[in-house]
């Protein structure tokens, strides 16, 4: 059981993130600057299994810190923020990574012609 003023999803990702590794690096909470960021999979019957990535302080709730995303847009974060090399992915990003690249240059080139 949860501890008072911690919460129930909170105790889970401790537990889950305790027994794999991540697939992409783990950061500080860049919103809260509290806690440490944790893959988990979704248990809900519409995404079951699909990954996300969230602060071990955040609540369904609305409380709590509002760092959340699922795994693609967890990549773009850490790909535009500079968090993350080529040598980082695995094999599985590799392709998602090319993606990310591409709509970054595409969102540049589309500034460009708007100028």
């Given at each position: 059981?949860a501890?008072?003023?911690?919460?129930?999803?909170?105790?889970?990702?401790?537990?889950?993130?305790?027994?794999?590794?991540?697939?992409?690096?783990?950061?500080?909470?860049?919103?809260?600057?509290?806690?440490?960021?944790?893959?988990?999979?979704?248990?809900?019957?519409?995404?079951?299994g699909?990954?996300?990535?969230?602060?071990t302080?955040?609540?369904?709730?609305?409380?709590?810190?509002?760092?959340?995303?699922?795994?693609?847009?967890?990549?773009?974060?850490?790909?535009?923020?500079?968090?993350?090399?080529?040598?980082?992915?695995?094999?599985?990003?590799?392709?998602?990574?090319?993606?990310?690249?591409?709509e970054?240059?595409?969102?540049?080139?589309?500034?460009?012609?708007?100028?």
């Amino acid at each position: 059981m949860a501890s008072p003023g911690s919460s129930a999803s909170s105790a889970a990702a401790r537990n889950i993130a305790r027994r794999r590794k991540s697939r992409l690096p783990l950061i500080l909470c860049p919103r809260c600057e509290n806690k440490m960021v944790v893959e988990l999979a979704a248990t809900t019957e519409a995404n079951r299994g699909h990954i996300f990535y969230t602060c071990t302080d955040h609540m369904k709730d609305g409380l709590g810190c509002n760092f959340w995303f699922w795994e693609e847009g967890y990549l773009r974060y850490l790909t535009r923020h500079g968090l993350i090399g080529d040598d980082e992915i695995e094999q599985p990003y590799a392709g998602l990574k090319q993606s990310v690249r591409q709509e970054q240059t595409n969102l540049a080139v589309g500034a460009i012609c708007l100028k």
